[in-house]
């Protein structure tokens, strides 16, 4: 495993590189990942010899564009499998996806009475569009119960449900605490008193391959800078007849068929929801870096993973202080702690200083922080091309944090 990981590490440049004069540790994947060749790659090719505008090209350039542009949306769909290509609605990443279901399908169907339930780990992005859309429409919004390690409550949203709850926004991993939701049983509950539901994904593609039709899932959202792609590109997978029965997100170019004075009438879908010049060399991007991973062993990659949080617990216990957070039994490697008596935010420089990259924070996920008690936590998220390495640099690191801090 080391010989493949140094041979996944060559192929990104930004992890090979000095930072504060010691060789970078790169443990913020949470917050976004870093990009391999093949991906710096297509996008510059898309501008050096592709660059035009899709969809309305009477030139050759334009044909080419259109051709990657929408061989990209195809890898994209085979990636999630779904069931077609007209189901996967590019935007600018996780949170507009989430914002495009509430403003459209929420507005549509969301009404005084009804209730929407999210957990109460989610990130901010899956809260404020629900709590805008109740604002408006005198829905309820409310957070299924997390327990103190950082699983959800499944009893308490089993006695949630009710004819009452329209729609169910959960998140996959918990970006905070790492949790695993189990999405798939909780898309089952929600399905049986007739909710819809969406899954944030931001945090789950890049640690394993999902599978929307298995989930059985309404609406999928994720960000390509996530999943070694660029940012300002994500997905919203959505089911053909929910999406197709759902009103126009923005108006503009692209998302009519005709426009009059006289009235409006919308184009076919994924168009209808891609309102203006879309982000061309971003899709190109990212389906670059999903090309990419579908030539990696994942499944290999993401006992890797484990075994790197694995470690990472047991180094936590060896030089002791530290307070884990986040610790269900079903984990994606994301590690986030308090270390006695210091502040997060001192903690992350003291690692910065060493070249080791972590996030300090709330995590955009407040709620969570809050219901523990803390102002929030350092966290360590690993991704595939970590190392053990990284992570017994990581524990030195903070053993000499603590010199400075205790
Ligand atoms: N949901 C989760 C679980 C996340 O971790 C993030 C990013 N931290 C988001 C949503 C928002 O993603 P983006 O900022 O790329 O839209």
Not at 16 to 33: E, F, I, R, S, W
Not at 92 to 121: C, K, Y
Not at 376 to 394: C, I, P, Q
Request: net charge negative.
């Amino acid at each position: 495993m080391t010989q493949a990981i140094n041979e996944i590490r060559a192929q990104f440049p930004a992890l090979n590189q000095d930072v504060n004069g010691k060789p970078l540790v790169y443990l913020d994947n949470g917050a976004t990942t870093q990009k391999p060749q093949s991906v710096i790659d297509a996008l510059s090719d898309y501008y050096r010899l592709n660059n035009s505008n899709v969809h309305r090209g009477a030139h050759t350039l334009s044909d080419r564009a259109t051709q990657h542009f929408e061989d990209a949306r195809k890898t994209l769909q085979a990636f999630l499998n779904a069931n077609k290509a007209e189901e996967i609605v590019w935007t600018r990443g996780t949170t507009e996806s989430i914002n495009l279901v509430a403003a459209t399908w929420g507005r549509q169907h969301i009404q005084a009475g009804d209730e929407i339930l999210v957990t109460g780990m989610e990130h901010h992005s899956n809260i404020v569009p629900w709590q805008m859309l109740c604002q408006q429409t005198g829905a309820t919004l409310r957070p299924i119960p997390v327990k103190d390690t950082g699983e959800l409550d499944m009893e308490a949203f089993a006695s949630m449900l009710s004819d009452k709850v329209k729609f169910v926004s959960v998140v996959h991993v918990s970006n905070a605490l790492g949790t695993i939701n189990p999405v798939e049983d909780i898309i089952k509950m929600a399905h049986e008193v007739g909710a819809k539901v969406l899954v944030d994904g931001a945090q789950a593609v890049s640690h394993w391959n999902v599978d929307v039709q298995a989930l059985d899932a309404d609406f999928y959202a994720f960000s390509g800078h996530k999943l070694f792609g660029p940012t300002g590109i994500g997905v919203l997978y959505g089911k053909e007849e929910l999406l197709n029965a759902m009103p126009p997100y923005q108006g503009g170019g692209e998302m009519i068929e005709h426009c009059s004075f006289d009235g409006t009438t919308y184009n076919v879908l994924p168009y209808k929801f891609e309102a203006g010049t879309p982000n061309i060399a971003g899709a190109i991007g990212l389906a670059a870096a999903v090309n990419y991973l579908n030539g990696l062993d994942r499944v290999a990659l993401e006992h890797h993973e484990n075994a790197l949080l694995v470690r990472a617990n047991e180094l936590a216990d060896q030089i002791g202080g530290i307070r884990k957070v986040g610790t269900a039994p079903k984990k994606a490697s994301v590690f986030s702690f308090l270390l006695d008596g210091a502040h997060p935010a001192d903690v992350g420089t003291l690692l910065d200083q060493q070249g080791i990259a972590v996030r300090t924070g709330h995590h955009c996920a407040m709620p969570i922080m809050n219901q523990f008690n803390i102002p929030g936590t350092v966290r360590a998220s690993f991704s595939f091309y970590n190392t053990m390495d990284d992570v017994e640099r990581l524990f030195a690191g903070l053993e000499k944090a603590k010199m400075f801090l205790l």
